[in-house]
């Protein structure tokens, strides 16, 4: 939420302090709520999911690594039959977590203006006085999103760790 914030009143006072700075006369600018909310989102989730990336490089045995190089093996081979397959392995739990989580911090960007579906539920339930009945769906519709989500990670998950032994 901080990071919502920080992104929509921060970088609109920004760009309004540099366009005063260079023209005097110029109007304001505003910063559109879903730019925000795109930007925010995006730089959590980023940040996030370098450090699931960064654990996934860290889990690589560096055997399998020195076994492509004395087979031969260029950088991009290395990285494209060696690396890549065992570095998404690794990191989709982890970013499947975290998309199920962006998923649900989507709700956040309401607070900034922008029309999702808990901003147009609060609109409804002002409307009707129904709020049992709107935020029941909007929780139904958030949960099945999510289940959807779960169900696509979950055959992500088998096919990445097919060949694999549990031990």
């Known amino acids: 939420m901080l990071t919502l914030f920080l992104v929509y009143n921060g970088i609109a006072i920004l760009l309004n302090s540099i366009w005063r700075w260079l023209d005097p006369d110029a109007g304001f600018v505003e910063l559109s709520p879903f730019i925000a909310g795109v930007i925010a989102l995006s730089v959590v989730f980023g940040a996030f999911s370098g450090e699931v990336l960064r654990g996934a490089f860290q889990a690589l045995d560096p055997g399998q690594i020195e076994a492509g190089q004395a087979m031969g093996m260029n950088r991009l081979d290395l990285f494209r039959f060696i690396k890549l397959p065992q570095i998404w392995r690794f990191a989709l739990p982890g970013l499947g977590n975290l998309w199920v989580n962006l998923l649900k911090d ?45 169900m696509v990670l979950a055959k992500m998950e088998a096919r990445a760790n097919r060949g694999i032994r549990r031990a």
Do not use: H
């Open 106 to 150: 989507t709700a956040l960007v309401s607070i900034i203006a922008l029309n999702d579906l808990l901003r147009m539920t609060n609109i409804a339930v002002g409307a009707t006085k129904q709020p049992f009945t709107f935020f029941l769906v909007a929780c139904a519709a958030y949960w099945i999103l999510s289940i959807l989500s779960e």
